[in-house]
């Protein structure tokens, strides 16, 4: 069994909801099935005895560690050819765990949300990035990103020719142990990649997976989850206004440092409310500091709106 900790919550080309981590805690395939430790179980929450089993967290889809189909060096260490990644999604989750777009700092075990760090988008890693790091292991560690490149590790048997490379960064100063790998590294609010390999009983150093080369081996596309908070009205909702006046309101991106690039709000118009008659629907762009407005629109009367800040599959939910 390997112990891996999870990275980010993701889509699916077709929107369905995936879990992010290392290729490596697929086993080369033949893992299958993923199932979640309670946090409060984990090293970093607490240690405390496991329940009699696990809940699912799903299937393993997609994986690779090292060249397509797990494949090893065709070089050497100094020059490996066959680079990939280290990289892996789990499907079909079960409909009781909701992922969130945020990454854990081990706070509280028991209550990780208030703490953690919300993801508005991806970047890629630059030397001397400010980073941190989550896993079940080491919990929260934070540092600097002193190079990026082509990494090479061991693979998955014991045969000396067993290595796998994949492009990424290295920290000397993030801490890391077993089972955090698979694990988010973020850079404030942006996410930067999973956390693949470390090594602390000599000279410390912790290497990971970038996320923005890692998406693109994936044979569909797949699309990071992002944090949005429901859009609000700059003007009362009670509102009586004359057609085309612009009807104004703002997406908070607090906790957050800003709103998620490219969203939008999405506006569904009632002049029937309570049904069908009439819907129409409109989508507005949000700005940089999170401001939108769109045009009241021609119908007279009673109108019932609803709206919902929408980034690719990421939603708010609806307001």
Same mark, same amino acid.
């Given at each position: ?12 080309? /077709? ?19 993923? +199932? ?7 090293? /970093?929450? *607490?240690?405390?005895? #496991? ?26 260490? &100094? ?15 079960? %409909? ?31 030397? %001397? ?9 080491? %919990? ?22 067993? #290595? ?6 290295? =920290? ?8 955090? =790998?698979?694990? $988010? ?13 470390? &090594? ?11 996320? +923005? ?5 994936? @044979? ?7 944090? #949005? ?14 057609? *085309?006046?612009?009807?104004? %309101? ?22 029937? $409310? ?10 507005? @762009?949000?700005?940089?500091? *999170? ?5 009241? $629109? ?22």
């Amino acid at each position: 069994m390997t112990i891996c900790s999870t990275g980010f919550g993701a889509f699916s080309a /077709a929107g369905l909801p995936v879990v992010l981590t290392a290729g490596h805690c697929a086993e080369d395939g033949t893992a299958q099935v993923a +199932e979640i430790e309670p946090p409060t179980s984990a090293t /970093a929450g *607490g240690s405390a005895p #496991l329940p009699g089993s696990l809940a699912p967290l799903g299937t393993f889809g997609f994986s690779q560690f090292g060249g397509p189909l797990n494949s090893w060096i065709t070089g050497t260490e &100094e020059a490996p050819g066959n680079e990939g990644t280290d990289f892996a999604a789990i499907e079909a989750r079960d %409909g009781g765990i909701s992922v969130q777009a945020a990454a854990s700092t081990w706070a509280s075990a028991a209550n990780p949300g208030p703490s953690a760090v919300k993801i508005i988008g991806m970047v890629a890693p630059f030397e %001397g990035q400010e980073v941190c790091r989550s896993g079940r292991t080491a %919990g929260w560690s934070c540092g600097q990103v002193e190079e990026t490149g082509i990494y090479v590790v061991g693979g998955r048997t014991t045969a000396a020719a067993d #290595l796998r490379a994949f492009r990424g960064f290295l =920290s000397r100063n993030v801490q890391s142990r077993g089972g955090d =790998s698979g694990g $988010p590294w973020i850079s404030g609010n942006f996410a930067v990649g999973t956390h693949s390999a470390g &090594e602390t009983s000599g000279e410390n150093f912790a290497i990971a997976t970038t996320l +923005e080369d890692a998406l693109t081996k994936f @044979p569909t596309p797949v699309q990071l989850q992002l944090f #949005l908070n429901k859009p609000e009205l700059a003007t009362p909702e009670d509102l009586t206004v004359v057609a *085309g006046q612009p009807v104004a %309101g703002r997406v908070p991106s607090a906790p957050a440092s800003a709103v998620a690039a490219n969203s939008q709000v999405r506006i569904t118009i009632e002049e029937q $409310p309570g049904t069908q008659a009439g819907t129409q629907t409109v989508d507005v @762009p949000v700005d940089a500091e *999170g401001n939108w407005v769109f045009p009241a $629109p021609e119908s007279s009367g009673t109108l019932r709106f609803s709206a919902e800040t929408v980034n690719g599959f990421s939603r708010s939910g609806a307001v």
